[in-house]
């Protein structure tokens, strides 16, 4: 199939930038580094820019991200796999309540810097050691010591990324809302705000708190919006107490850590996989193939988020059944094209990505110009190499593997 850009302009974006060369499975999945390229393109802005921010996203912080902690350890020559999932808590079972942690690729966890808003009158406060409470009570001080206090959030789904951030000023010891606006840079001091969605479970509770994470951010978790105020208030009376702490606050027996969920998939990850999905499509059937207007959409929503992708699990049909039992060590890709109910052509791409569920993602739901040869790609992910079969090669290849799919079955 020829590479050759056929406008010279970015696939992606169809702007007219430099172009560099773009893994068509990214190296960190397990891709390989001597075949599978697109060069020419795919731009720098698209390919260093924003995909390695989505990838980021799938590698480190999705459950694609934890399969491949546990399943591709090491990344190549001496990098290993680096995962955290923001949000992952501890029990505290001697104060029933939920610790926010660091939970990193290593398997250890570190208690990060906080703040308990257990009721309205006790705060708790955790850390793994006093040092990084005490540094942590200082650097929010100093935030809400300053005139106005910016409180940040991100702009769900608004490519480029926008942050909402909302001022508020001191007066009379109280704080006062004093305007919102949106910039496309947050603001180097301030407090994120994120919204705590996770119920009490058990006994234990999941109070409101304020935490700093591990690259620094200092974060107020609140259920309550409009009592943003009354955290910040509390928190310039409270704070200063950090410095008087002693270290006995924080040494204390965990059960077992809770690995985030709330950051487990999102809409990045689809984005990330639907990303791969199309640069299969282009080492497939090529720029011009996948240059037609039927892929707008799905080019669209993987450069901004819109529209939203279809993207779903599999639904245990036949086809999702055949990638069931994957070879082993390996991701295995199936491209597909179908017919619809009104008679388009749709195109899909199934992702078994380290034996897990089946992905699948639409890269057009109609008028895709003609059929394709259902095409299996299996990503051997610890030793970079991939390998293409047609659908009945695959079969035949991995008969002991999927033949159960083809079994009559019985209701
Ligand atoms: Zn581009």
Redo the contacts with the bound molecule.
């Keep these: 199939m020829s590479m050759n850009n056929h406008t010279g302009m970015?696939?992606?974006?169809?702007?007219s930038?430099d172009f560099n060369t773009e893994h068509v499975i990214s190296a960190g999945l397990g891709g390989d580094d001597n075949n599978y390229k697109l060069d020419g393109l795919?731009?720098f802005?698209?390919?260093s820019k924003l995909f390695s921010g989505l990838e980021a996203t799938l590698l480190r912080h999705s459950l694609v991200g934890l399969a491949r902690w546990h399943n591709q350890p090491k990344g190549r020559g001496k990098s290993f796999s680096r995962y955290s999932a923001n949000g992952s808590v501890l029990i505290d079972s001697e104060e029933r309540l939920f610790l926010e942690i660091d939970y990193a690729c290593s398997g250890e966890f570190t208690i990060l810097p906080q703040v308990i808003f257990k009721n309205d009158s006790e705060t708790k406060y955790s850390a793994s050691s006093l040092a990084p409470l005490v540094s942590f009570g200082e650097k929010a001080l100093n935030i809400l010591k300053q005139n106005n206090v910016s409180v940040i959030s991100k702009n769900k789904n608004s490519c480029p990324a926008s942050f909402l951030i909302s001022n508020y000023v001191i007066s009379e010891n109280k704080f006062k809302s004093d305007g919102t606006f949106t910039l496309s840079k947050p603001p180097a001091l301030g407090i994120w705000l994120e919204p705590l969605t996770s119920k009490d479970k058990d006994g234990i509770s999941y109070h409101s708190r304020l935490f700093q994470m591990k690259d620094g951010q200092i974060v107020l978790k609140i259920k309550d919006n409009s009592k943003i105020e009354y955290y910040l208030e509390r928190l310039r009376k409270s704070l200063p107490e950090v410095a008087d702490m002693e270290a006995g606050v924080v040494s204390k027996k965990f059960e077992r850590p809770v690995i985030g969920s709330s950051s487990m998939w999102s809409g990045e990850c689809d984005r990330a996989i639907a990303k791969i999905g199309f640069n299969l499509l282009i080492h497939n059937m090529g720029s011009i193939f996948a240059s037609h207007p039927c892929f707008d959409d799905v080019k669209s929503s993987i450069l901004t988020g819109n529209p939203k992708l279809p993207c779903s699990l599999g639904d245990g049909k036949n086809i999702v059944e055949v990638l069931e039992n994957p070879p082993s060590d390996s991701h295995v890709i199936m491209m597909a094209s179908g017919t619809s109910q009104d008679g388009g052509i749709y195109l899909v791409v199934l992702f078994r990505f380290y034996g897990m569920g089946t992905q699948t993602v639409f890269l057009a739901r109609d008028n895709v110009p003609h059929h394709i040869e259902t095409m299996i790609y299996t990503v051997r992910y610890n030793e970079h190499k991939i390998s293409e079969s047609t659908l009945s090669d695959y079969l035949i290849a991995n008969y002991d593997l999927v033949s159960n799919a083809f079994l009559p079955r019985n209701e």
Excluded at 10 to 15: D, R
């Design positions: 970015c696939i992606y974006c169809k702007e930038n795919v731009c802005e698209c390919n």
